[in-house]
């Protein structure tokens, strides 16, 4: 369904930049990460400070309205990883661009995503924190595909379950453009 008017933010028509359907409006999306906020809450207040490691690029717009709604004391770090596959599937194999700065031995880390396709990024992820000694490791993802062939790992935090489309918006690019919208949305492609 072709989305018409005008950006809120951009101030152009929504058909220049080809959004095709907003998934997700900036209420739902809201409303959704207090609820994710306030179960880390809950669940972490014995384990705090705990650290809360976003993955860059995508994650970082989610992981600052999820932050300032959790009211234990917590951390942060950033990892950023680049996998090599096209710009709208990833391949599996993962290079980590940065790393970490801080020694996650004995922490408790609840890595933030954007969104899970095939499961392999953060498979890799889970694995390689869980090696360098993290007490804990758990997934708080914004967006979960309901992807062919994915590699199950368990989302103790989940967003949204949506079909296997190509989204941007809300810290999702697609050639790193529709980061800054404030809703999730399917492109023209
Ligand atoms: P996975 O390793 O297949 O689970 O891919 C996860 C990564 O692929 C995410 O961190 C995103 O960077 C990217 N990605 C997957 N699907 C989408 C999408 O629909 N829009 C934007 N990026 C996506
Ligand atoms: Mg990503």
Known sequence: MPCHGTDPILGAELADYEIEEILFTEEQIQAKVTELARRISE??????????IGILKGAFIFLADLARRIDIPM????????????????????????????????????IVEDIIDTGLTLNYLQRNFAGRGAESVEICALLNKRTENKVHIPIKYEGFSIPDVFVVGYGLDFN???RNLPYIATIKK
């Open 75 to 110: 951390e942060f770090d950033f990892i950023s990883l680049s996998s090599y596959g096209s710009s709208t599937k990833t391949s599996g194999v993962v290079r980590i661009r940065k790393d970490l700065d801080s020694e996650i031995t004995g922490r408790h880390v609840v």
């Open 176 to 178: 790193e453009r529709y």
């Open 43 to 52: 669940d972490y207040i014995d384990r705090a400070p705990f650290l809360l």
